[in-house]
């Protein structure tokens, strides 16, 4: 067994032919056998390794044997299954002198150095001297008589007896077949060895043909020719024998595969990008994030090979590409990685084979992979940011020249201080259109004279432009302002030239926030009103979703409503939230995250303004809620927030201690003594979206169950329970008040309430340390954040920076919560009146109303 590396078949067939041989020799030396000298003698004539057992098997094989075994030790790569109809397709493909059948010839320019021979890409085999055959005899190479009779099931029938296959169900295989049975390698040891016997070209020529009989076979049954025609989820393949269901994105990644393994690039990238589409509308991100990332791989190894081709670039496009990369070098504020320094239009012609559509698919690959990584990965955000640069870099380079021109002019103010403009003025020649164009004076090496490789339509790219301008509002990748006026104004621009509803409807949304960021919230809330001003649902909903995967339109407009409460502004507060709350009984709860995202931002605005129910009605079953959107972690706590608010607003006690959150483990985690700045995004675009973030919550979650156990009969147990309550919500807030950007315009709604539950936590924090000293003296005290003594001094700290940034800010809501509080927990009421009172009187009478009415049932 061990000689045979744990090969059952291979064990037992050495096991009988050693037993066979040892009859054989009894019997020719009868009694001057000698036993230990023949097993020396039958194990010295072994082969001594497990590949040479297998090599010296397949040996013996007929070489239609041994033909059709080189076929299925590639079609059955890494354990995957395969038909005899796959089998039988690919064996007549390679049969064929020409393959026209498989190559559509006229898309060749006969002066290429891409020419095919035979209908095989060079990449992948095609030069002269690579062998047609799979490694058999000259003369048995013409292999028609398998297909005659039953030969061609005998032979792979053999290969099953031979026990280098297996037969499996249908339902057990990987992909749905014409066959009614399939195929897989018994041992992955032998389909390897056996692959290895075969050369290189031979292996890319074979996986390139089971990639185009996987890719028609989809194609056909779905009545496409291409897999993003597509919009079915799943297919099925039927025969005359059975129906199989298949799930498409298994079938587009298993073809990507094998076109990746033969090195033809493209096709492999737009396969593994539309398997990543597949996933995504299953809901199954981590998949899809991963096929996203094989189809960029893709991309880089085309890149690649773009900088090593010696193609000829005139000074129009010279300059084209001096410009676009200026303009990306602002945006980003650095330099372009070299690869990306040596891309020109015409390289971009040249990798994507003059096809205009596969570039604008590639185009959207980028902007969903740049999404996918700064939502899914630790510090995504900044290989996010490069991939949403990459995007616009490319379409920079392959935008029509009036297209250009058109933008570039929208551009001139930020364009003069450097000398983009002279390049700009000179860019694009001005043509003698009188003179009739002479073909013959091109060089012989502008093979790509045609305008076919160009766009006019910027729709595509505006998901980078969006995607980049989110990533530097809300992460902390540190763009100045000069990077985010540059791409704003960019974005605004080329949004100018689609003239779409949509694309104003989500350039309303970045110059919102972009105002919101830099403090000029006026202009913040009047492009909020504008948006909802033009909003249909039923016209723009699901296309600001397919566009830039969410209907941000909903998501500004809750931003702007916890702004407007927190300014004073209840009335047009309540419109807002009027306005979301329609929206939500029309809206696609799995089209993307928007519905469950903006009825979590409304709940919370109906915990700003203490009505509990409310804000447990509108956020009920966002947990259970199966579309595994982003921001569930922030819903799913703000659902539990209300409904533990509300329960104890009735004084109903809740026995679910946290939830299931296990929100004290922190006591035990390293965030106690630090501070971690490098935060995924999400947990930061909270922060920015909504009025508050995770840890703010968090904390509050924590402050809900120590209110909780105060109507459990006293024990030290509880009180340290509740200890260790407090003790975990400060931390939470610790890390949010102590980022980096903690305070900025944008956060400060989040940073303000987090100082306001702080004050709280410390106050529950005395109250409870007293109680364990008077009354449970035997009990052990962890002043885990030695804040005791301290407690009365800090809370007034956060009170008076709370007050001083809501004047400063003219945030009315938080002097009338901290006033009140000052009340309610005795701290100093003629402080607290003063505070309500100088509140109250910047408000409008209507607004003061609200203001009077809310006092009224602020409890705590």
């Known amino acids: 067994m061990e000689h045979c590396e744990g090969m059952v078949n291979v064990t037992a067939e050495l096991a009988h032919t050693f037993c066979t041989q040892l009859r054989k020799e009894r019997e020719n030396y009868g009694q001057n056998f000698h036993l230990p000298s023949y097993l020396t003698e039958f194990l010295g004539s072994t082969p001594t390794s497990s590949e040479e057992l297998i090599a010296f098997r397949f040996d013996k094989m007929s070489a239609e044997e041994q033909m059709l075994l080189k076929i299925a030790s590639v079609a059955g790569f890494d354990q995957f299954s395969f038909s005899q109809n796959l089998l039988e397709t690919v064996l007549l493909a390679l049969l064929r002198a020409d393959h026209e059948q498989t190559v559509d010839m006229s898309t060749i320019d006969e002066d290429s150095d891409e020419l095919l021979e035979g209908g095989i890409p060079k990449s992948i085999g095609g030069d002269v001297g690579v062998p047609m055959n799979i490694g058999a005899p000259n003369s048995v190479n013409n292999y028609e008589y398998m297909f005659q009779g039953s030969f061609f099931e005998q032979t792979l029938e053999s290969l ?49 043909e089971v990639a185009l009989h996987y890719q028609s076979t989809h194609s056909r049954e779905s009545g496409t020719e291409n897999p993003s025609d597509s919009d079915d989820v799943s297919g099925s393949l039927s025969t005359d024998i059975t129906i199989i269901p298949t799930t498409n994105w298994q079938l587009f990644h298993v073809t990507a595969l094998h076109y990746d393994l033969a090195d033809a690039h493209l096709p492999a990238l737009l396969q593994y990008y539309e398997s990543s589409t597949q996933l995504a509308w299953l809901g199954m991100r981590d998949g899809a994030h991963g096929r996203l990332l094989s189809a960029y791989l893709m991309l880089e190894k085309m890149l690649r090979d773009a900088t090593a081709l010696n193609i000829y670039v005139d000074e129009t496009t010279e300059q084209r590409q001096t410009v676009a990369s200026q303009m990306v070098k602002i945006i980003g504020n650095k330099e372009l990685s070299d690869v990306l320094k040596g891309i020109t239009k015409e390289h971009l012609r040249s990798v994507f084979d003059g096809d205009i559509l596969a570039f604008k698919t590639t185009l959207s690959m980028l902007t969903k992979f740049g999404q996918s990584v700064g939502t899914i990965e630790k510090e995504g955000y900044k290989f996010g ?167 941000w339109s909903l998501i500004c407009v809750g931003t702007m409503a916890s702004t407007y409460l927190f300014r004073g502004q209840f009335t047009a507060a309540q419109r807002s939230v009027d306005f979301l709350t329609k929206q939500m009984q029309v809206i696609d ?39 595994g959107y982003f921001f569930k972690e922030h819903g799913t706590l703000q659902e539990r927030l209300a409904e533990k608010e509300l329960a104890l607003q009735n004084s109903e006690a809740f026995a679910d201690s946290d939830g299931g959150f296990a929100l004290l483990s922190i006591l035990s985690s390293d965030n106690i003594y630090e501070v971690q700045q490098k935060r995924s995004m999400l947990r930061q ?35 340290g329970k509740q200890l260790q309550f407090c003790q975990a919500g400060l931390i939470y807030l610790n890390q949010t008040l102590s980022q980096n950007d903690a305070n900025n315009h944008e956060r400060r709604k989040n940073y303000l309430l987090c100082l306001h539950q702080k004050a709280h936590l410390l106050f529950w924090h005395q109250k409870i340390l007293q109680r364990l000293r008077d009354d449970f003296v035997d009990a052990p005290v962890n002043d885990l954040l030695e804040l005791e003594g301290k407690e009365m001094d800090q809370l007034r700290q956060c009170w008076i920076e709370c007050d001083e940034l809501s004047k400063k800010y003219d945030y009315v809501y938080m002097q009338l919560l901290v006033g009140k509080s000052f009340i309610n927990l005795k701290i100093d009421e003629a402080v607290g009146e003063e505070l309500i009172t100088n509140a109250l009187e910047k408000l409008t009478p209507s607004d003061r109303t609200v203001a009077e009415e809310l006092l009224t049932r602020i409890d705590t």
Do not use: W
Not at 478 to 486: R, S
């Open 160 to 208: 099953v007896e031979q026990k280098f296959l297996v037969e499996i169900n249908v339902e057990m295989s990987d992909l749905a077949s014409m066959d009614s049975v399939m195929y897989r390698f018994r041992s992955t040891h032998e389909q390897s060895v056996i692959n290895g016997l075969m050369l290189n070209d031979q292996k890319q020529r074979t996986h390139f």
């Open 385 to 551: 940011s490069e991939l949403y640069l990459q995007a616009i870099l490319l379409v920079l380079l392959v935008l029509d020249d009036d297209a250009f021109s058109n933008l570039t002019s929208n551009l001139d103010s930020f364009l003069k201080e450097t000398n983009l403009q002279e390049m700009k003025h000179r860019e694009i020649p001005e043509v003698d259109n009188s003179k009739e164009f002479d073909s013959d004076t091109l060089g012989s090496d502008d093979l790509f004279s045609s305008e076919d490789f160009d766009m006019d339509d910027l729709a595509i790219s505006f998901p980078a432009f969006s995607g980049l301008l989110t990533f530097y509002r809300d992460s902390p990748i540190g763009a100045n302002q000069v990077q985010e006026t540059f791409l704003a104004n960019l974005f605004v621009a080329v949004t100018q030239e689609a003239n779409e509803m949509i694309h104003v409807l989500r350039t309303k949304c970045i110059l919102s926030h972009l105002y919101l960021k830099h403090g000029d919230i006026e202009k913040a809330l009047e492009e909020c009103e504008g948006i909802m001003d033009i909003y249909d649902h039923d016209a723009y909903s699901l296309q600001l979703v397919n566009t830039y995967g969410m209907d």
């Open 589 to 627: 709860e799995f089209a993307s995250s928007t519905k469950v995202m903006s009825r979590g931002t409304v709940s919370s605005y109906y915990l700003r303004l203490f009505d509990l129910s409310s804000a447990y009605d509108i956020s009920s079953g966002i947990a259970t809620t199966q579309y």
């Open 685 to 719: 675009s909270a922060e920015t979206l909504c009025d508050r973030g995770v840890e703010a919550i968090q904390a509050a979650i924590c402050q809900a169950e120590v209110r909780n156990l105060e109507s459990s009969p006293a024990s030290a147990e509880v009180v």
